[in-house]
């Protein structure tokens, strides 16, 4: 992994199916980046215009300091793959593995060498005789990656090759994604619809929202300080309420109050925090040190409680407003009472994050 942008994407412009398409940013060399953001937000068309398979209005792409706007697609050192894997249904999958290393005639023992080797990176081992037709969905996407990886790319490009397999696949493959990116240094953005997918893998989250980049960042940072309320809500469950709230939920010692400075913008001021940093309790007493300034919702009254596996979801209404809290056990009664510490707390005007 490398300071140095490998990749650079200056001053995109792009007109996609009636969407205006706005980006700027680079990628430094070896990183693997997740592209995230709802249906119709830009993200396949961000990666074609990478590949060359579109070509923007305005703007420049540089890969290795070289303008690359202008080339065809054959002509970048660019592997893109749909997520419909485009393998060659009347090749068998040495076949497909072969054919970047045959367009540029490289000599037959050095393809079948390459081609062995990727089919064992990829635990393909058996399936070296078979056609498109008789593989599964992840076999499918094995090929695919390989062939990519064949053409020696200076970028891999990925576009939700992961949608079409159930739970258990995915998990598996986007760490196999992971290992390979790591192994082969090979710098690659990642198309996903899956926050989990983006936060478990990646090493910069780039979210778009309605062609432009709405938050761009390390994992952690995309989903732990969000810039915006838009950008908090799409990378996972969050608690916002109105500012004026804490008149009504602070807990604070004598000593501590006028430490706590009570100052509302309007009422676009909203406090954020997330469900899992809510300490809970199914009576008014919360285990929750007194002398840690906090919001306590008292007694409110629990509406839905799903179950998702290691914790449940408990949706609950106090004065009115929804609030979100995760529990390791589910609750014994109708009400929770649940805190949330000042320090877990962001605050956001206008949709936009304040920073302090």
Do not use: W
């Not at 994407?9 to 990183?31: A, Q, R």
């Not at 079409?164 to 493959?173: I, Q, T």
């Not at 709405?214 to 838009?230: N, T």
């Amino acid at each position: 992994m490398s300071d140095k942008p490998l990749l650079i994407c200056e001053n995109i412009k792009k007109t996609c199916s009636k969407l205006n398409l706005e980006f700027d940013f680079s990628v430094s060399e070896g990183d693997l980046v997740s592209v995230i953001g709802p249906s119709g937000s830009g993200r396949t068309c961000l990666l074609k215009l990478i590949a060359g398979l579109e070509r923007p209005d305005k703007g420049s792409i540089l890969i290795r300091d070289t303008n690359v706007t202008g080339l065809d697609p054959e002509k970048r050192k660019v592997a893109y793959i749909p997520a419909s894997y485009a393998l060659f249904p009347n090749m068998t999958v040495e076949q497909n593995i072969g054919y970047p290393m045959r367009t540029k005639k490289l000599p037959k023992d050095e393809i079948a060498a390459q081609t062995r080797n990727l089919v064992d990176l990829l635990h393909l081992e058996g399936n070296d005789k078979k056609r498109p037709s008789e593989l599964s969905a992840s076999e499918k996407y094995k090929v695919a990656l390989a062939r990519a990886l064949a053409s020696q790319p200076d970028i891999l490009l990925l576009d939700e090759i992961l949608s079409g397999l159930d739970s258990k696949e995915r998990h598996a493959l986007r760490n196999q994604i992971r290992e390979i990116q790591k192994t082969t240094g090979t710098t690659t953005l990642f198309v996903t619809n899956s926050q989990e997918e983006a936060l478990s893998i990646s090493d910069r989250i780039i979210l778009l929202n309605e062609g432009h980049i709405e938050q761009s960042g390390a994992p952690e940072e995309v989903y732990r300080r969000p810039v915006s309320e838009f950008s908090a809500r799409f990378m996972g469950e969050c608690n916002i309420l109105p500012y004026d709230i804490i008149l009504k939920t602070l807990r604070v010692p004598e000593t501590e109050r006028s430490k706590v400075i009570y100052q509302c913008y309007g009422p676009e001021h909203r406090l954020l925090f997330r469900p899992e940093d809510m300490v809970v309790n199914d009576m008014p007493g919360l285990p929750f040190p007194e002398f840690f300034p906090h919001l306590r919702f008292e007694n409110a009254r629990i509406t839905r409680v799903e179950y998702i596996g290691k914790e449940y979801l408990v949706t609950a209404v106090y004065d009115d407003l929804v609030i979100k809290v995760y529990t390791v056990y589910k609750p014994a009664s109708d009400c929770i009472t649940a805190g949330i510490r000042m320090t877990k707390i962001l605050e956001f005007n206008d949709g936009r994050l304040i920073r302090h």
